[in-house]
């Protein structure tokens, strides 16, 4: 980081949008986070969702997946943003609960698979993505030119 870029930790179950150049840090697991640049007016934004959809009870916040996207794309689109300059790239997801394969929630995957069903629908291009897997990743997203660095992080046994 050559810049002397403003940072912000995004916590689960919530996004972060700005026109100012930022590094946006967030740690995921099971967790999926998209970030969305505009290729046009160089700015992004970052979401972090635990979970895939919203079901109609308890507050619609962007923990949910489907709100999480929606309301990330909103509020690039409040900035000037147009549908057609957006890139998306996908990240987390993971398989973090031993033995969890035969458990029916599958958490990561269905994450995963909302991100991708919602951008899809709204014709925003995947340009990028590491998910899945057994391992956490931490996740650096620069605003400005929509670079994002990640790493694995070890499995902790507790």
Same mark, same amino acid.
């Given at each position: 980081?050559?810049?002397?870029?403003?940072?912000?930790?995004?916590? *689960?179950?919530?996004?972060?949008?700005?026109?100012?150049?930022?590094?946006?840090? =967030?740690?995921?697991?099971?967790?999926?986070?998209?970030?969305? /640049?505009?290729?046009?007016?160089?700015?992004?934004?970052?979401?972090?969702?635990?979970?895939?959809? /919203?079901?109609?009870?308890?507050?619609?916040? *962007?923990?949910?997946?489907?709100?999480?996207?929606?309301?990330?794309?909103?509020?690039?689109?409040?900035?000037?943003?147009?549908?057609? +300059?957006?890139?998306?790239?996908?990240?987390?997801?993971?398989?973090?609960?031993?033995?969890?394969?035969?458990?029916?929630?599958?958490?990561?995957?269905?994450?995963?698979?909302?991100?991708?069903?919602?951008?899809? +629908?709204?014709?925003?291009?995947?340009?990028?993505?590491? =998910?899945?897997?057994?391992?956490?990743?931490?996740?650096?997203?620069? =605003?400005? =030119?929509?670079?994002?660095?990640?790493?694995?992080?070890?499995?902790?046994?507790?």
């Amino acid at each position: 980081m050559n810049k002397n870029y403003l940072q912000y930790f995004l916590y *689960p179950s919530s996004l972060f949008v700005s026109k100012e150049p930022y590094v946006v840090k =967030t740690i995921l697991g099971s967790c999926v986070a998209i970030c969305i /640049w505009d290729k046009r007016l160089n700015i992004g934004g970052m979401n972090h969702y635990m979970l895939p959809n /919203w079901n109609g009870n308890d507050l619609a916040s *962007p923990k949910y997946g489907n709100i999480a996207i929606n309301k990330l794309v909103d509020k690039l689109m409040a900035l000037g943003s147009r549908k057609e +300059d957006l890139v998306a790239k996908i990240f987390g997801g993971g398989d973090m609960l031993e033995g969890s394969r035969g458990n029916s929630y599958l958490i990561g995957e269905r994450n995963i698979r909302m991100a991708r069903m919602v951008l899809e +629908d709204k014709n925003i291009p995947i340009v990028a993505s590491s =998910t899945g897997g057994k391992r956490g990743r931490k996740i650096l997203f620069f =605003t400005d =030119t929509g670079e994002v660095r990640h790493k694995f992080l070890e499995k902790k046994v507790y």
